[in-house]
């Protein structure tokens, strides 16, 4: 069975930096495209990056130049490094299988970033 398991999420002040991690098991993840999406409270999901299975990424503007998508295809890792964190930046982060549109989710990470 696939599945996505979220972690790292926290309470950070603005400004600071926070690393989510994504384990994946049950699909061969090195073929796989993957992306983070986010969903804010009262709000639909944001898509936020997306990075090929070659490597090549992309990211929405609201997070470009902050926030930086990996992965390590020997763990089964899907990684976000997000940097100089805003209030704005608060939801629910998702992990997903596919590059933008997500044939499956994990389970979420909280982030809440104080001002």
């Known amino acids: 069975e696939a599945q996505l398991v979220e972690s790292g999420g926290g309470l950070v002040q603005s400004g600071g930096s926070l690393k989510l991690s994504c384990a994946a098991s049950?699909?061969?993840?090195?073929?796989?495209?993957m992306n983070w999406a986010r969903q804010a409270p009262g709000k639909g999901l944001e898509w936020v990056a997306g990075?090929?299975?070659?490597?090549?990424?992309e990211y929405a503007d609201s997070v470009k130049g902050r926030f930086t998508i990996s992965r390590d295809d020997v763990n089964n890792i899907l990684y976000l490094q997000m940097n100089n964190v805003k209030p704005e930046d608060t939801a629910v982060y998702y992990c997903?299988?596919?590059?933008?549109?997500?044939?499956?989710r994990g389970q979420g990470t909280q982030v809440t970033v104080s001002s």
């Open positions: 997903g299988h596919g590059f933008r549109a997500a044939s499956f």
């Open positions: 049950g699909f061969i993840f090195g073929t796989s495209d």
């Open positions: 990075i090929y299975s070659y490597g090549a990424a």
